[in-house]
Structure formats: C-alpha cells, structure tokens
C-alpha cells in the first residue's frame, strides 16, 4: 500500500521492462529515443536499473523480491477507490476489513 500512496508511478511499473530500457525517473516513463519517436530507449550494457544502484535502490525492490501488491492486493484496491469515488460501499464484511487495512496503512506514516 505505501509503494502506491508514496510512489505510484513505480507501483504500476513493469520490473523487467525497466532493466530493458531506460526511464526518467521525474515523470516515471520510459524515454524515448529519438525523442518524440514512440520508440524507447534501450538500457546500454553495463548500465544500472534504479534497483540495482548501490546506496539508492528502489522503492519496489527487485525483481526477485519485490516490495509491491500482489494481483489480488491490486483489484482490492481499485475496488476501495471504486467505492470512495461514488461513495457507496456494499454491505459486506470483506469489504469493511479490506477498506480498514487500507485506511490504517493510508494513514501510517
């Protein structure tokens, strides 16, 4: 939950898409090359991903032990935001914990 309330634009990032090409990490979107060509940027040889930057990291983690949602996690989720948005939520105990642990870590610091 804290990778999608601090970090969003890696929470929804494709780990080994980003150890192929190159991302800018203020906008979080690969760069492309040439500019303004749809194409993105491959990652050169010998360069290294946010993860693997010694003394940085990244928020996410690695590839092999990631710090993100699971699938399931995710739908959840986007079901809580569903249901804040119209403010309606269903009247089902499922549904009141999940929206509890999503509360708690929204507003764990």
Not at 82 to 103: Q, S, T, W
């Amino acid at each position: 939950m804290r990778l999608w309330l601090t970090h969003p634009h890696l929470a929804v990032r494709d780990c080994t898409h980003c150890l192929a090409f190159v991302y800018d990490e203020r906008t979080g979107r690969p760069v492309e090359y040439p500019a303004g060509s749809g194409q993105w940027m491959p990652r050169p040889a010998g360069t290294a991903s946010l993860c693997q930057t010694p003394g940085l990291g990244c928020p996410k983690g690695t590839p092999t032990s990631p710090r993100s949602l699971t699938a399931a996690n995710q739908q959840a989720y986007q079901f809580d935001c569903e249901c804040r948005a119209v403010g309606h939520y269903p009247d089902d105990p499922l549904v009141r914990r999940h929206a509890l642990l999503i509360r708690t870590a929204e507003s764990t610091p």
